[in-house]
Nanobody, 120 residues
Framework: QVQLVESGGGLVQAGGSLRLSCAASGSILRINTMGWYRQAPGEQRDAVATITSGGSTNYVDSVKGRFTISSDNAKNTVYLQMNSLKPEDTAVYYC??????????????WGQGTQVAVSS
């Protein structure tokens, strides 16, 4: 049974920092891509940052220079270091993973979401 468990959200003042974590558990053969998405009320869920098994990263323009995605492959964990937070970063942040398994299958999974609130 695959699970993505998120932690690290909270309330922070503008200019502050938070670090999100997402740990994948289960009989995983390979993590192809892990990433972070965010969704504010009434808005669509958008990609924030992704990282591949080879270490290639992508960021949405609005967070470049402020957020850093990283991974610990031994722990099947992805992190999102968020610095210089702005009120517009307020959203529920979701972890996503594209995973491969021993039978040659490949599926996409979502974490439960963690709230990030930035006050001005």
């Amino acid at each position: 049974q695959v699970q993505l468990v998120e932690s690290g959200g909270g309330l922070v003042q503008a200019g502050g920092s938070l670090r999100l974590s997402c740990a994948a558990s289960g009989s995983i053969l390979r993590i192809n891509t892990m990433g972070w998405y965010r969704q504010a009320p009434g808005e669509q869920r958008d990609a924030v940052a992704t990282i591949t098994s080879g270490g290639s990263t992508n960021y949405v323009d609005s967070v470049k220079g402020r957020f850093t995605i990283s991974s610990d492959n031994a722990k099947n964990t992805v992190y999102l270091q968020m610095n210089s937070l702005k009120p517009e970063d307020t959203a529920v942040y979701y972890c996503n993973a594209d995973l491969s398994f021993n039978l040659g299958t490949r599926f996409n999974y979502w974490g439960q979401g963690t709230q990030v609130a930035v006050s001005s």
